[in-house]
């Protein structure tokens, strides 16, 4: 999953044997800012939620500059070497992949289109090999034309993850490569041609492992993005990436910030998704969160970059100021919070103990656990609203979501448990807001008769040594895990298939399922993978997620919001499944 | 003089190869005494994707497999003679001193510290300045009126200033002056501007801040100048210059105010040193990407090399202010002799 800043993972293929752990989770006026009411221009009206369903103060005006800042670093701004949902947005605009998430609000914006390529991938009929044809005159920043054979290469290089050890791993799994092939560095000269190729000039060809159907999703990533052979440097390509998209870096100083400027190379011919309107990006880093916050609610700065939603002061200030609030978007994002509900530990083997802690939860206090309303809302089921082919399920209902004692009681004899267990809760030390989870949990669970033992463990080694190592699951009797996933992708498998599938679960530990190990949610998986018919898939996605859900096996939290605030004198404010935050490449300024 | 200025010189290499063996020590003893491998300790720079292989080999490349003697030996040359570094596609020569390269960022640690050192200098000195005239202005101007309205206002606001957390006041004075709240005429956080871009706006951008660090730095300077100008006007030797018809004013500065310096020249040097060290709260509330930031990002990723450069840089900032303090010693008190 996508960091924001989170957890990472590792690749669809090569995670049917082995997943990885995951989170849970100098002028002081902007130019073109509309004077000091900060108002939009005419027909655009300030409205809480105005950029979640349409475009907010529409504008195809260029020029201007557009001020973002951000309250940590990147990881790198090297195309192989990013993990940020955040850098995945923004390195869009200097650099550009084969395929792309389109600058539209809502679902429609989470449907890959082809960028660098001319049109989606061609898959062979075994949906192990996929071809991408480039569009005709791309050119980099200096005048040189984008060969299909700079893809390859970039795709080649970012498998080096000593070199980039920052960036997603999905390609250096799902592709062919050569034994002990080690990037192109370390293997100088070594033919990759098994996992990925260059056909000729225009034509890029990925040959999988394993056949997968949605690999126009997996493309769309950064490391498709185009580097020369030529000006590559490494782990100092950072200093300086070779730009592909509208803009290209005129200074870049790390850890302190850059600026973008127009790449005079690009045009729109070329590239039908980015409209490119602000003539420059100035982009300042490790800029303090709540100075951050403060400068946007002025007026001085236009975004905050990491998208993840304005800190505990702003929030309440926002909220509370009808002026500010209509300025707000709040952003469903593609993460679920939830406790794993771990059938290895007694008595969680039998169902009707698992679905005692469904209707004994108030799911309130999960809410609140995440700072209200605004922070997510109850969560029934697994998939969040914002993966397409999105099926609202609810197994287990309660009034308002405070939990149904008499119905968990119920359950509880049916299990053979009528005056409850006891059991424990395992959460991240240093998430206070998973603490809060563990406590309510304790807390709703006593309700009927279930004792809870909290027990924290440390973040880093969480899943690899604690909550995600099965042995230790048992040992500790955990039979309950505080969790969360974020989806690296918007569709039902990026979403699904890391928590709902049991290969992923490893004797050593690592994953962060713990607790689903259904076959039939595996053969669905599988069957996932290889329908290409989008709403037949959708509709096996729907299926996994029932019946994880009838197992009991996860107790949904909540879908995760995020409080974003629209910068003042911006234009084309909008928000996409896709990025699930402000799109930055559809940006303007007045 | 040459020569104690010599000895204090090999004292302060002495020294901070005591700071660079200790800083090295608690890196890597601590936790390989709790049971960390060296692909255990790799793994925090290789991202969250890292397969066990991928660690293996970023220890090897880090050095991580080396016995300690060895890597230390390895980070004192490189401060020395320089070193190479393979940065994937080829090798890079870090000229002396070579503090390392960063962990995380893979950038060299030297150049990095240069670059935010202007930061953190601009800001020192101007706080500096600030501080020092108002605070022992303040303190003087209390002591020749102890018990008047000035004095007791004066030692209250010392009082605050003093009792006042910098993130506190940091937040209060952006509130106040930067957002609008009431008003909007200082620089917003993070919109540092070299000197040699504009010196006007190098100081608009700094003015919040040096303020904000001067208040709680010149509070306890006005309250030690008060103190020790009321025990030096005290003095004997004061009333043998007055009693020689010297002008009052001669009087305060010349001999009073000269006589109380000795102690807070002393403080000086030492916060002085370790401002430049990093002003870390500082830093961090008004955006300035200075030397105290860069060391916060260093100890939140256990960044060796960062958490080196810094320790090392600041400690040779303090060693340096304490040597000028003590040569001032000499200049301000005719009593002392270097030897």
Not at chain 1, 368 to 385: D, H, Q, R, S, W
Request: aromatic fraction near 10%.
């Amino acid at each position: 999953m996508r960091r924001k800043p989170v957890w990472a993972m590792t690749a669809v293929s090569a995670a049917l044997a082995m997943g990885l752990a995951a989170c849970g989770g100098t002028s002081s006026t902007p130019s073109g800012e509309s004077g000091s009411s900060g108002q939009p221009a005419a027909g655009a009206k300030n409205a809480f939620n105005a950029a979640l369903t349409g475009v907010f103060n529409p504008s195809t005006k260029k020029g201007g500059t557009l001020k973002l800042a951000n309250s940590g670093d990147w990881d790198s701004l090297d195309p192989a070497d990013t993990y940020y949902n955040y850098s995945w947005n923004f390195i869009r605009l200097y650099g550009r992949s084969l395929t792309f998430f389109p600058g539209k609000p809502g679902v429609e914006g989470a449907k890959p289109v082809p960028d660098l390529a001319a049109e989606l991938g061609k898959p062979s009929d075994d949906l192990k090999t996929w071809t991408y044809t480039l569009r005709d005159g791309l050119k980099y920043e200096d005048g040189s034309p984008i060969l299909a054979k700079d893809v390859a290469y970039a795709v080649a290089r970012a498998y080096d993850k000593v070199t980039f050890p920052n960036g997603p791993t999905y390609l250096n799994e799902m592709l062919d490569w050569p034994k002990d092939y080690q990037g192109p560095y370390k293997s100088k000269g070594a033919d990759y041609s098994s996992a990925v190729e260059a056909t000729d000039d225009k034509t890029v060809v990925f040959h999988l492992k394993e056949p997968y159907s949605g690999f126009d999703n997996i493309v769309q990533m950064s490391p498709t993005i185009p580097v020369p052979e030529a000006k590559d440097t490494g782990a100092k390509y950072k200093e300086h990436v070779v730009s592909s998209g509208p803009y290209m870096f005129e200074k870049n100083e790390i850890g302190k910030g850059f600026t973008l400027v127009r790449n005079p190379h690009w045009s729109e011919a070329i590239d039908p998704n980015r409209p490119a309107l602000p003539d420059r990006y100035e982009v300042s880093t490790n800029v303090n969160a709540d100075d951050m916050d403060n400068r946007i609610l002025s007026g001085d700065l236009h975004v905050a970059l990491e998208g993840s939603g304005v800190g505990t002061a702003a929030l309440s200030k926002v909220l509370t100021d009808p002026a500010l609030k209509e300025r707000a978007d709040n952003v469903t994002q593609q993460r679920l919070w939830y406790t794993s509900i771990n059938p290895t530990v007694k008595p969680f083997d039998k169902l009707d103990c698992r679905v005692a802690v469904q209707y004994a939860m108030d799911k309130t206090a999960y809410v609140a656990a995440y700072g209200g309303p605004t922070g997510g809302e109850i969560a029934t089921n697994l998939v969040p609203p914002t993966i397409p082919g999105f099926k609202k399920i609810d197994l287990y209902p309660s009034p308002e979501g405070k939990g149904d004692v008499a119905k968990a009681k119920e359950a509880l004899t049916k299990c053979g448990q009528p005056n409850g267990f006891a059991t424990s809760v395992s959460y991240r030390a240093e998430r206070p807001k998973e603490k809060a989870v563990a406590e309510a949990l304790k807390e709703s669970l006593a309700r009927v008769g279930i004792t809870v033992e909290i027990k924290p463990y440390a973040q880093k080694d969480y899943f690899s040594s604690f909550a995600g190592k099965p042995s230790f699951v048992v040992k500790e009797n955990l039979g309950l895990v505080v969790n969360g996933w974020g989806s690296d992708w918007p569709d039902g498998y990026g979403f699904l298939q890391q928590i709902t599938d049991s290969r992923v679960i490893r004797d050593g530990g690592g994953s962060s399922n713990t607790s689903v190990r259904i076959p039939e949610v595996d053969k669905l998986l599988d069957q996932a993978r290889l329908e290409q018919d989008v709403t037949k898939r959708e509709a096996l996605y729907a299926q996994i997620d029932e019946k994880v859900m009838q197992e009991s096996v996860i107790l949904p939290g909540i879908w995760a919001k995020a409080l974003l605030v629209r910068g003042q004198g911006l234009t084309n404010v909008l928000v996409s499944d896709g990025q699930q935050m402000y799109d930055y490449v559809a940006l303007g300024v007045q | 003089m040459v020569t104690y200025i010599i000895r204090r010189l090999i004292g302060a290499v002495f020294m901070l190869t005591i700071v660079s063996m200790v800083t090295f020590a608690i890196f890597f003893v601590v936790p390989q005494l709790a049971g960390a491998t060296p692909e255990g300790m790799a793994s925090r720079y290789i991202g969250r994707t890292a397969t066990e292989e991928t660690a293996k080999l970023a220890a090897e490349r880090l050095g991580f497999n080396d016995p300690l003697v060895v890597q230390y030996g390895r980070y004192v040359k490189g401060i020395v003679a320089g070193a190479e570094y393979d940065y994937g596609a080829g090798v890079e020569h870090c000229p002396a001193p070579c503090l390392g390269y960063s962990f995380t960022t893979q950038q060299p640690v030297f150049p990095d510290l240069m670059n935010r050192l202007p930061v953190t200098l601009s800001l020192a000195l101007g706080a500096a300045v600030l501080w020092v005239g108002i605070g022992v202005g303040i303190g003087v101007l209390s002591a020749l009126r102890r018990g008047s309205v000035f004095d007791r206002t004066a030692m209250i606001v010392a009082l605050a200033g003093v009792s006042l957390p910098i993130f506190f006041t940091a937040l209060i004075s952006m509130q106040l002056f930067s957002y609008g709240n009431p008003f909007d005429f200082a620089a917003k956080g993070g919109t540092y501007t070299t000197i040699q871009d504009s010196l006007p706006l190098w100081a608009y951008s700094l003015l919040l801040p040096w303020v904000t660090l001067a208040f709680q730095f010149a509070a306890s300077y006005a309250r030690l100048t008060r103190a020790g100008m009321l025990e030096t006007m005290g003095e004997d030797y004061i009333r043998t210059a007055r009693a020689k018809g010297l002008r009052e004013r001669n009087v305060v500065f010349k001999h009073g105010l000269r006589g109380a310096l000795t102690p807070i020249i002393t403080i000086f040097g030492l916060d002085f040193g370790l401002l430049i060290g990093g002003a870390v709260l500082t830093e961090s509330a008004f955006s300035l990407n200075g030397l105290g930031k860069y060391a916060i990002q260093g100890i939140t990723d256990q960044d060796l090399p960062k958490v080196m450069g810094v320790t090392l840089l600041a400690a040779v900032f303090v060693v340096v202010a304490n040597l000028i303090v003590d040569l001032l010693y000499a200049v301000v008190d005719p009593r002392v002799r270097l030897s």
